[in-house]
């Protein structure tokens, strides 16, 4: 990756308010969201094979169903992101904030439940400008400065439903519709007014559906623990919207439209993804689970189509993305020393910890983009029932220096606030 892409990276940031920043979200669907609330972050992003009760779980549909039967639960989280960029002897900075999911979940029938919410799906920030002074480069044009600007998201509005059969075995399906708005925006302008500049950017409106599935199973090992299996699969989201991509000279010459194209996506996509997962739990005390996820992007298009490609024009100094395989493990525990106790209040939260390691759906001039890290968290229990606050903590590493690349640092906090009540209960007195 050139260089400069890191050249002013926050200069942004003071001017205008992103989801995510991360030069790196120049490039394709730009930063993907990591999974589930707070509850899964803390975690290290496990949920295919968890089940509780106490927590709402959107990483698979069918843990829906792991409820009490009158319950009605809420979730409502928010991330904060913070990095420190490096590449070469340059260093940079970032701090965003951002909701990270609304949901709900509530009892159909039986052994049946639904979950309605809105997470993010992607989001797209950066910044960076450079300016060339080398008189061989840019002969009598007077200094050439370049500057690049990205913003926007893309978010997941879904509905799932799941139903247990037989007390052990759980099955989900979700609807999900993509939606949202990027912009990226592309100038250069010379020190000599009587030269043109150009400014040259994309306006993307994306629509995607796309469905989910889920299964669980539960086994018992004795009276107090058990096992989960877990596995998903989410289908490809062919995008529809459109994408406006143009091209016009700037400055005191005449003014003129080099190039102006709009229309829909066409044969792009965002990729399907499998996963499979294992949970044990001792009780209502200790839980661990592990999951593996896996999702092939190579041929979506979005490595090919104009406005997911990075600039709008290529050459010496680019830098070469292409679509690959996102890979991801991760693993994560939750201990309770004792839910019930009446004298100390830390023996009732849940604590948690988790590690990850995640291949990125992209390659940079070849090499991929990995990211890993270690979470901590915990649930401190509010008034009564499962009401509680839950508090993330993730500190990881994305990237790396080697090959011109840039090396992310990052540590996010999370926040989210569970929230449970029992319907329809039945009066006894009148």
Known sequence: MAALLLSLAGTGLR????????????????????????????????????????????????AVTARDSLAFMADYSMLQDNKIFRQGDM????????????????????????????????????????????PDVIGHTGNVSYTANGSGSIYSLFAAAGATFWNRLSVGAEFIYHFGKVEKTFAETFGDSSYNGASNGHNIQITAPAGKFGVQYEQPLGVKS??????????????????????????????DTLYYKSGVPGNVSFAGEAGVGISYRYGDRFMISADYTRSDWRNTGIDTREGFTGNATTGTGRSSFAASVSQAARVGLEYVPNRNDIRYYYK??????????????????????????ITLGATLPVFRWYNGITL??????????????????????????NLFDIWFIPVRYD
């Open 15 to 62: 001017a205008q308010t992103y989801g995510s920043y991360t030069p790196y979200s120049i490039f394709g669907a730009g930063d993907l969201a990591h999974p589930g609330t707070a509850y899964n972050k803390s975690m290290g992003g496990v949920g295919i094979a968890t089940r509780s009760n106490r927590f709402i779980n959107p990483v698979n549909p069918a």
């Open 91 to 134: 260093r940079s900075a970032s701090n965003t904030m951002n909701v990270s999911d609304i949901i709900i979940t509530f009892p159909i029938w039986r052994s049946s439940a639904m979950m309605l919410g809105i997470m993010p799906y992607s989001d797209t920030g950066y910044g960076y400008g450079y300016v060339v002074t080398d």
């Open 226 to 255: 058990s096992v989960v299996l877990g596995a998903t699969y989410k289908t490809a989201a062919k995008l529809g919207g459109n994408i406006e991509s143009y091209r016009y000279s700037t400055g005191s010459a005449a003014l």
């Open 348 to 373: 009732k939260v849940a604590y948690r910890a988790g590690a990850y390691y995640k291949s990125d759906y992209f390659t940079i001039d070849g090499k991929n983009i990995d990211s890993y890290g």
């Open 392 to 417: 993330g903590m993730d500190i990881g590493k994305r990237g790396m220096t080697s090959g011109n690349l840039i090396s992310e640092t990052y540590i996010n906090f999370s926040i989210g606030f």
